[in-house]
Structures are given as C-alpha cells and as structure tokens.
C-alpha cells in the first residue's frame, strides 16, 4: 500500500481504546500457537500498551521494558534524554518468541534499537512487533505483524499517546518538535 493512499489522522479514527481491542484481538490470534511467548514493551507508550496486553492475555510474569536511548542511532549526537527508565526483561530471552511492543511505528529506527538491545539478553527464538499505529515513511525494512491501524499523521506532526489513571488510552496528534 503506499503512504500517500494512507487516510490522514482524525480525531475520529484515533479512539485508542478501540484501537487497543483491535490489536488485542490480533495479538491473541497471533501469539495462540507461539512456543515461549513473553512480551517486551519500548518506553513509554509501548511498555504501557505491553503491560495492559499481557493483563489480558494471561503473560504478566513475562512481560517486560526496554528502553532505547542507549542504542538510538543519534545518541552519539543527542545523548541522553533528561530520563531514561530502566530496561527490566526479567524472563530468558533464549529460545523465546518475544512481541515487540510499540504505540507508534514510524521510521523504524526505534524498532532496530530495540532488537539491537534485546538481542545482548539473549537469542530469541522469534521476535515479532505490534503497534497501535504505523503512520508508514519508513527508512528502514522494518514491518509489524500487528496494527491497529494505519494513517498519515503530516509534517512536522507526532502522534502522542496518553493513560489515564484508571489505564485507558488515548491519543493525539501534536506538533512534534524533535
Ligand atoms: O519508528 P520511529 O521513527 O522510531 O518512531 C516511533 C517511536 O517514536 C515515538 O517515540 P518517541 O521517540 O517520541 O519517544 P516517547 O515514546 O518517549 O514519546 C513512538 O513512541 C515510538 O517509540
Ligand atoms: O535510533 C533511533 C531511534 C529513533 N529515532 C532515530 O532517529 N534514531
């Protein structure tokens, strides 16, 4: 499919709890038959989406965070960002088929981070991605196995998503201004 056929985001077609029980429903297809499944969420929206996905599924024991900023492409540039949170992967990433977690798939590049990082833990078995986004103009050849949803989001655009205290998603589209 090409990017530029990609519906542009609305504020209709982004309702991220509907979003959520789509990939839910993917994710639990996808992942039947998976020897070993455990769940590995990227900071900050992914490892909130990795957590409520294996509540739901049964996975909580296995399932964990990573966060990218050490192994970002730019970091030579940019460092560290003013936080980083712990990458916590308390199950044995040997031999497992471990679900990638993200809210938003973009370019790619923060997905190549996170398998670069993952596989210093450990050589997965499979390593397969769900987002609740993929707003397409890759510059890697990186694809998910699970989406919610595809859309354009425009330039100079991000979109953002929020939890509520009582865990519920939302998200937004906001000027991005990294
Ligand atoms: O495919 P990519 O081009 O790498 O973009 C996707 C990433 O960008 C956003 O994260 P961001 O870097 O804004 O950090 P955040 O999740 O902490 O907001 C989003 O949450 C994804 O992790
Ligand atoms: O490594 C990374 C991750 C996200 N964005 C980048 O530009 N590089």
Redesign the pocket.
């Given at each position: 499919m090409s990017h530029n056929n990609l519906p542009l985001a609305d504020a209709a077609a982004l309702d991220a709890e509907a979003l959520y029980a789509t990939l839910l429903a993917q994710v639990k297809a996808g992942l039947a038959e998976a020897s070993d499944p455990a769940i590995l969420g990227?900071?900050?929206?992914?490892a909130w989406i990795a957590e409520r996905l294996a509540r739901d599924l049964g996975l909580s024991q296995r399932c964990g965070a990573i966060d990218?900023s050490f192994y970002r492409d730019d970091y030579a540039k940019k460092g560290l960002?003013a936080e980083v949170k712990p990458t916590q992967i308390g199950f044995n990433v040997d031999g497992a088929t471990i679900l990638l977690v993200?809210?938003?798939?973009?370019?790619?590049?923060?997905?190549?981070?996170a398998i670069n990082e993952l596989f210093d833990y450990g050589r997965p078995a499979r390593i397969m991605l769900a987002?609740l986004v993929d707003?397409g103009?890759?510059?890697?050849p990186?694809a998910a196995d699970f989406v919610a949803a595809h859309t354009r989001v425009g330039q100079g655009k991000?979109?953002?998503?929020q939890q509520s205290d009582a865990g519920t998603f939302t998200l937004t589209i906001v000027e991005?201004h990294?």
């Open positions: 990227i900071h900050s929206g992914g990218v960002p993200d809210d938003v798939l973009y370019t790619g590049r923060t997905t190549r981070a987002s707003r103009e890759r510059q890697l990186i991000a979109l953002r998503l991005d990294a």
